[in-house]
């Protein structure tokens, strides 16, 4: 995941390969609350792992359920419809986050289970109504108080025993502001199912394809709910929650969207055509796979089976849409993105609920599509996007409002024909249902010119931890070149090579696939930390030998080309800016006087317990500087568009800062 306080997306030129998606959110919260209350085990496979699915282990395991993995998936020993009594009468706090799927189903679960709790999330969750169910519930004699303002959460719920439940009559809820509201009852009420009960929908349900998923999951745990229209719902007497012992999970279709969205918009790259996704297919439970209708209607080819999805780019531009997106109010904010290469203003109509999500999606996406250029209108149930003309694109800046969907759709605006980069702010949100959200889509992404910044200089500058936490501020890869010749010559030491010209051939292949990541300090060859093996007196010797040997200094320049992959790279050593990337849109020339440098290095030698004096290190410094300056093959010399960077008195926040302030003045971003 990218904890970054933004990335910044260089323009995409094209997409192919195969993605395989994390679990649905909504089957997972849904199967993991029943799988609680239902007794026994259940063993769940391919469950999501985001926020809002922690914050539901979370609230499980302090209810008393057995959650313990079973190889990569999760097995739940539920609670057979009660409490343990070890939770006696004392108040449980359970923090829900952002989970609507999490703060409602269980505010009429833990209504229904007897016992003291308070329910809270983020400042947001506590701007999202919940009235609608609350009042569901306290209609049944359900005791619910809110803590903060009357219809949102926080909520303290108190327990009351099912003899004073008003079973009898219909209970009568709200369908109109979230579908999440039935979805509750219908999950809870089989707790108190000693006879039928009937829900009754007032107002025109929004949403309707996530009851069927209800429905559907009820289902498999045993429970087959009546369902008369979208306005009354059974739930037969006697009805019990009983677990299908193992279940599987499918993948997003909501976060399929955006990558059914990105076959629709990108071109191929290396002879490859077209974004394969697995996981999930056109016989999905989910409503939102119904995205595919709409992304077909804009032109979108698309083949599927039981549990995949292939799609082509076809019409080109997409063709505008005009849609009653009801029925899949999470994807159709991808439509959104989508509407800026079609042919003509697209119109999504009927998405009042928007506006009660993570953020106000309609206000949120008509200020980010703004700033991209584009002409939209919004009113409180619709949002009218115009195409971008390729002239009127501009570099934004993308505000995503702690919301993951605004943060991922918006990935898609990098593949504007105009080239221009987009940065997304608070990359992090995707943590809500895709944590690896932008690493998915650099697995299959490709861009005309990934960035590079390189920071060259002496030894003993500190060019290492200057551009490490460069690389960690702005979420790029790190090439610590300097290290290639002695991680090379240990790999060819392990394989069994002489580091000699006879073994040349060999070695070289070895260094052009070395399996290599620097990251927190450490190198790391095919996983394993061989930070301190490197260092070794042996591994100098090595270092120096295989570095003689030309097929090895060439193979090792491809591996240093293939460091630069999205979304950037930032590069150090001796030869960065005037050989290995000569196109760096920045190059920084790191330098500090000789008497700073040893004093460093002497610092780092005590530490490690070497004894050593200053001036032998400051006169070794020195020899090393004119060696290196005046060495033939890649002499260390700024190169001539490098800036000049003199740390010998500055701070290493400070330097840090510099270069930063340096990338943002050659990125074309206004502030957001
Ligand atoms: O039940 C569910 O799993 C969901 C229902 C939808 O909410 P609304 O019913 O509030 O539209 C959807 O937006 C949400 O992401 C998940
Ligand atoms: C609306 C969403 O989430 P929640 O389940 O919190 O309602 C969403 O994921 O787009």
Request: with cysteine.
């Amino acid at each position: 995941m990218f904890s970054t306080a933004f990335l910044d997306l260089p323009p995409l030129a094209g997409a192919a390969g195969t993605v395989r998606l994390p679990g649905s959110k909504s089957i997972s919260n849904r199967v993991l609350l029943l799988a609680a209350l239902a007794s026994g085990t259940t063993t769940i496979h391919d469950l999501l792992d985001s926020d809002d699915t922690r914050v539901m282990l979370g609230a499980l395991r302090a209810l008393g359920c057995g959650i313990e993995p079973a190889g990569s998936s999760l097995r739940i020993t539920g609670l057979g419809g009660q409490l343990p009594p070890s939770l006696g009468t004392t108040l449980l706090p359970l923090f829900l986050g952002n989970a609507g799927t999490a703060m409602r189903p269980l505010t009429a679960a833990l209504s229904l289970l007897g016992g003291e709790f308070e329910l809270s999330g983020v400042p947001r969750m506590h701007e999202r109504p919940i009235g609608d169910l609350v009042d569901a519930l306290t209609q049944l004699g359900c005791r619910i108080d809110y803590l903060g303002n009357p219809g949102y959460p926080p909520l303290r719920i108190h327990p009351v025993s099912h003899d004073e439940l008003a079973l009898g009559a219909p209970i009568r809820v709200r369908g109109d502001v979230s579908s999440q509201f039935l979805t509750a009852l219908l999950l809870a009420l089989p707790l108190a199912a000693a006879n039928d009960i009937v829900i009754e929908v007032v107002g025109e349900l929004i949403s309707k394809p996530y009851i069927e998923i209800t429905l559907n999951l009820l289902a498999r745990f045993g429970i087959t709910v009546r369902r008369d229209g979208w306005e009354r719902f059974t739930i037969p007497a006697g009805s019990r929650y009983s677990s299908p012992g193992e279940i599987h999970v499918e993948a997003d279709a909501s976060s399929a969207s955006y990558f059914i969205a990105l076959g629709a918009i990108a071109t191929g790259v290396s002879g490859q055509d077209g974004i394969r996704i697995e996981g999930v297919g056109a016989a999905s439970i989910q409503g939102d796979i119904r995205f595919i209708d709409a992304a077909k209607q804009m032109g979108a080819l698309v083949d599927s089976g039981p549990n995949w999805l292939e799609i082509r780019r076809g019409a080109w531009p997409l063709k505008a849409i005009d849609l009653d997106a009801n029925h899949i109010p999470d994807a159709a904010m991808t439509l959104a993105v989508m509407a800026l290469y079609a042919d003509g203003p697209s119109l999504l109509r009927n998405i009042a609920s928007w506006r009660v999500k993570e953020t106000d999606r309609i206000d949120a996406m008509a200020n980010e599509l703004q700033k991209l250029g584009a002409t939209v209108e919004a009113g409180p149930d619709f949002i009218r996007i115009h195409p971008l003309p390729v002239a009127d694109w501009l570099p934004a800046s993308i505000r995503t409002y702690d919301d993951h969907r605004v943060a991922m759709c918006f990935s898609l605006a990098a593949f504007n024909p105009a080239g221009v980069p987009v940065r997304i702010l608070e990359p992090h949100c995707v943590a809500k249902t895709f944590p690896d959200y932008f690493e998915t889509l650099f697995s299959v992404a490709e861009a005309s010119e990934v960035p590079v910044i390189c920071i060259d200089g002496p030894t003993a500058s500190g060019k290492g931890t200057l551009a490490a936490e460069v690389a960690r501020l702005l979420g790029y890869h790190y090439l610590d070149s300097g290290s290639l010749y002695r991680v090379t010559g240990l790999a060819a030491r392990r394989a069994g090579l002489e580091a000699n010209a006879a073994n040349e051939a060999q070695i070289a292949a070895l260094a052009a696939a070395l399996p290599l990541q620097f990251t927190e300090g450490k190198v790391l060859l095919a996983g394993e930390d061989v930070s301190d093996d490197i260092r070794t007196e042996a591994a100098g010797m090595d270092a120096s030998r295989v570095s003689a040997l030309p097929a090895v200094r060439e193979a090792l320049q491809d591996l240093q080309h293939r460091f630069r992959r999205l979304p950037g790279l930032v590069a150090d050593g001796r030869d960065m800016g005037t050989v290995i990337f000569p196109d760096a849109a920045l190059k920084v020339f790191l330098t500090a006087g000789a008497a700073q440098r040893a004093e460093r290095r002497h610092k780092q030698l005590i530490s490690k317990g070497i004894s050593t004096t200053l001036d032998s290190l400051r006169s070794d410094l020195e020899a090393r500087d004119a060696r290196d300056s005046s060495r033939s093959v890649a002499p260390l010399k700024p190169a001539q568009d490098a800036r000049h960077l003199d740390n010998s008195q500055l701070s290493i926040e400070h330097s840090i800062d510099t270069v930063l302030n340096w990338w943002q003045q050659v990125q074309p971003f206004k502030s957001a």
